[in-house]
């Protein structure tokens, strides 16, 4: 009987590196595929475009099931854990570089589709693009914290005032990795590695995802977390007592992102889902769901963080093994 790694370990394993492992991820991805998804993957029939998906699956099957009506395709899904969100999806793509199985990926953040990109994962003309937004985002709960009351600023969560108060997922992960990862480009490392000290040194509860980030906030967990609009959005949805404060200088918009594989096994059907997902139509559909909050980052007044992203990925390695060392329990 094949054994598989149990989801803590491959979580404290990801993280040393999320863009590494190559040998490991390559072995668990392929154990995981002849023992779950095999015949069905490997025998690809007509018609058919396989997505790893890192959009909630909640918005993307809608999606996914229009294109199905509209395109005669079928679209085989592969959606990522909320924990490890887009990591495990990116070391999948990394492992099957030499044999790609999937079509098109369907990312919910930027920084790990650029990095992506920097290692030839995609093709290499019109690869990969960026369409809609949402933004980092302050969550409250409503009945012990006014907007007033709140921080503006998130220097001022290292404050002994929230020190046991504030919720937010392992930085290590998803949106929250890369705000941090932005925020250290932006600020420089010494003001940022001072800030991530004060702000571990507050206690804050680390939780598996923003999602999580909302209902910890909503239950009292905590009065204020850092987490993404939509899930605000969707705790609004629920009921719970949860706003969003509103954009800060070091707020960060967040775009979706879809790309087509190097060597994608059906690269026809792939770039009629490529075009499908960036569509007018598409991301109306997304905002309308609470997906995105909008079409265009170019209609944000506000001020809020532009990254440089050539330095931030320049910077991958030591800014992760720096988080491991601060955040890591």
């Known amino acids: 009987m094949v054994v598989l790694p149990s989801e803590d370990s491959m979580k404290l394993r990801a993280c040393t590196d999320p863009l590494s492992l190559r040998a490991f991820t390559q072995f668990v991805w392929l154990i995981a595929i002849l023992l779950l998804g095999a015949p069905e993957l490997q ?28 395109s005669g ?5 592969v959606y990522d854990n909320e924990a490890v969100k887009t990591v495990g999806l990116a070391n999948r793509l990394l492992a099957e570089r030499g044999h790609p199985v999937c079509d098109v990926f369907w990312g919910n953040e930027e920084m790990r589709t650029r990095e992506l990109a920097a290692q030839n994962v995609f093709r290499q003309t019109n690869g990969w693009t960026a369409f809609g937004y949402r933004s980092r985002r302050m969550v409250v709960n409503t009945n012990s914290l006014s907007a007033d009351s709140a921080p503006h600023s998130l220097f001022q969560l290292t404050n002994q005032l929230w020190r046991g108060k ?20 932006h600020w420089g490392e010494a003001t940022w590695l001072n800030w991530c000290r004060g702000l571990a040194a507050n206690k804050p509860l680390l939780v598996d995802g923003n999602s999580e980030v909302v209902k910890a906030v909503a239950r009292g ?9 939509d899930d605000i ?35 026809d059907a792939a770039q009629r889902l490529f075009e499908y997902l960036q569509s007018a139509p598409v991301v109306q559909a997304l905002i309308e ?3 995105l909050e909008g079409g265009s980052p170019k209609t944000i007044v506000s001020p809020v963080l532009q990254p440089d992203w050539r330095a931030v ?17």
């Open 43 to 70: 025998a690809r029939p007509e018609h058919r475009v396989i997505a790893y998906c890192a959009q909630d699956q909640v918005y993307a099957e809608p999606i996914f099931k229009e294109f199905e009506n509209k």
């Open 313 to 329: 990925l320049e910077d991958v390695g030591v800014t992760t093994r720096e988080l491991n060392q601060i955040f890591l329990r």
């Open 289 to 291: 769901a609470k997906a």
């Open 233 to 267: 959005a969707d705790g609004q949805r629920e009921g719970l007592p949860v706003a969003a404060l509103p954009m800060m200088p070091e707020s960060l918009l967040i775009p979706n992102t879809v790309a087509v594989v190097r060597g994608a096994p059906d690269p």
């Open 166 to 185: 504030l919720a937010l997922a392992y930085p290590q992960f998803g949106t929250t990795a890369t705000h941090f990862h932005v925020l250290r480009q």
């Open 221 to 229: 967990q905590a009065q204020l977390g850092l987490t993404d609009s």
């Open 73 to 77: 395709l079928k679209v085989l899904a």
